[in-house]
């Protein structure tokens, strides 16, 4: 059996039991469309393959999609709101990187030093995510008709995105055989709706 350590949105740990591996994005999905975190986001963030951008599940990294009130979608996750940029790739003679898509927000003096990045001047960074190279990856995409809020600002309207944020993002329905119990002991949400 293996254990999967959740951060509730409300900073309480919780184990969950997941029956086998194949389970596992699973889980995360699940809970991670509570808000609920696993691990923390590495220096640099995550990286996925750019060809994931597009449609990629923020549940997987507890964070989801939010349209700001200038109509700006942004990824929050643990509080924080990332921007999406675009970088373009560089190819010099001490330096080769593809183009890519970049989630990020201003770094914050309580940030921790080894997740700040410098950019030019004084400004500095934290990355949530980096889409970049590789090959796409259909574990990483969000389930059919599931709203992502990632991808290019010209493949959804504003109107459109704003309506998906006010609606609830509910998990898919899944038999009680398959829904995984936490082990610890806390009293259920009396409902099934993201918390934030």
């Known amino acids: 059996m293996l254990h999967i350590e959740f951060i509730t949105d409300l900073g309480a740990k919780v184990t969950v039991d997941v029956e086998r591996p194949e389970q596992v994005l699973d889980v995360q999905r699940h809970y991670g469309r509570l808000g609920w975190t696993s691990g923390e986001v590495p220096a640099g963030g995550f990286v996925f393959p750019l060809d994931n951008e597009p449609d990629f599940d923020w549940s997987l990294i507890g964070a989801r999609a939010w349209t700001n009130p200038e109509g700006e979608v942004m990824i929050l996750h643990r509080g924080h709101a990332y921007r999406r940029r675009e970088l373009e ?43 970049r190279g590789g090959k796409r990856q259909d574990r990483f995409a969000a389930p059919q008709g599931q709203a992502t809020g990632g991808g290019p600002r010209e493949a959804r309207p504003a109107q459109a995105t704003q309506n998906q944020a006010n609606q609830p993002n509910r998990p898919a329905p899944t038999q009680p055989s398959q829904r995984p119990a936490p082990r610890a002991a806390a009293p259920a949400p009396a409902e099934d709706d993201t918390p934030f």
Do not use: C, M, N, Q
Not at 116 to 131: N, P, Q, S
């Open 89 to 131: 790739a560089v190819d010099s003679r001490k330096l080769k990187l593809p183009k890519a898509v970049k989630y990020s927000r201003g770094a914050k003096p309580t940030d921790p030093e080894h997740l700040r990045e410098k950019a030019d001047g004084e400004i500095e960074y934290v990355t949530l995510a980096i889409f």
